[in-house]
């Protein structure tokens, strides 16, 4: 990644002050920046390009562990829980990530108007790829950072950027397969229109069953090409979803453990504690807020 890159994202965060993440003034743009090595975490990955700036990180989603590096973009093409993480950093060259959230309908057009995507390597339904940001990738991510020193300039710009960088990656060595994340086939769609079900209502009793119903199949074969998009179960997306925002509950709102179980669709304080205990390494106490205690006066 040429040094331009790392000095304008530098420069850029150096003025904003504050932690990361640091949010733009280009909504899904944020620039990530840690100064040494951190321990995984789990997160729910939206579509999105992640581009290592300066060092590296990886992120395991399903069996599969994705390594990328300075020069290197993470390409996730469906909603899908992930564990990752920042593997080497320092104060002196800290590691430095640009997200980008990733429109497919602009995947989609820009790709219907080429005539050379036929070819696929790989599992054509992996909504996942590590692919090379340089060159004329990298000259995008460099004006795009320039963009955020003219706000009014972004309405304009910020789409024909996004939109030659769509070209770039699709004219790529994996631009099949980031077509394929957009240019689903029509069981594709019908099982993301589950999911989109499942997400919306993960805090409820879904039975794998009406989602099937939603997407046209049978049980099993919802089942199989579910996993098959999404790297887990249904059962194994709904509980994540439900332990992410739980601990967004407990660390953002203030919720003890109690509280934030519930919310999600817990019954039971012990399988709640088990399960995010199993997810997150610790039990919920350690991130919770406690229960205020009643003060009687005597």
Known sequence: MPDQLVAAVLRYINRQGGESPYTTAIDGVMILRSDRPKPPSHAMSRPAICIVVQGEKWAT????????????ALVVGIETPSLGRVVQASPDKPC?????????????????????????????????????????????????????????????????????????????????????MALRSAADQRVMRAITHLRERFAETVRVEELAGIAHLSPSAFHRQFKALTSVTPLQYQKRLRLLEARRLMISSAANAESAAFSVGYQSPSQFSREYTRMFGAPPKRHATPTPRLLVAS
């Open 61 to 72: 989603i399903g069996v599969r562990r994705y390594v990328y590096r300075a020069g290197q």
């Open 96 to 180: 430095l990530v640009l997200a980008i959230a990733l429109d497919l309908a602009v995947i989609r057009s820009v790709a219907e108007g080429l005539d050379d995507l036929q070819r696929v390597s790989g599992d054509p339904r992996r909504g996942v790829v590590v692919t090379d940001f340089q060159g004329p990738l990298s000259d995008c991510a460099r004006r795009l950072i320039r963009l955020l020193d003219a706000p009014k300039a972004i309405p304009t710009v910020y789409p024909l950027i996004m939109r030659e960088m769509c070209y770039w990656l699709l004219s790529g060595r994996h631009g099949a397969e980031i077509a394929r």
